[in-house]
């Protein structure tokens, strides 16, 4: 997905938090299971540091970077 806007240092700071958070790395890392179906369920519509992480890195909280 390209970026259509530069993002804001808001966005980085809140992207951070995505990056720290316990649950999104688990999703991260092992790409399955139980926290993997509810990261990918509650990214878009529910946190904000999901949509941030993905207005920043240009790819969803779950994917492997």
């Known amino acids: 997905m ?8 808001l966005d980085k700071a809140m992207a951070t938090v995505c990056e720290l958070c316990p649950v999104c790395l688990h999703a ?3 790409q ?3 926290v993997y179906d509810f ?3 509650i990214e878009e519509d529910v946190c904000p ?3 941030a992480y993905e207005r920043v890195h240009g790819q969803k909280a779950h ?3």
């Open 49 to 51: 540091f999901c949509r």
């Open 2 to 9: 390209p970026l259509k806007e530069k993002p804001t240092a």
């Open 28 to 30: 991260r890392y092992h």
């Open 32 to 34: 399955k299971g139980l």
């Open 63 to 65: 994917e492997k970077r």
């Open 39 to 41: 990261v990918t369920r």
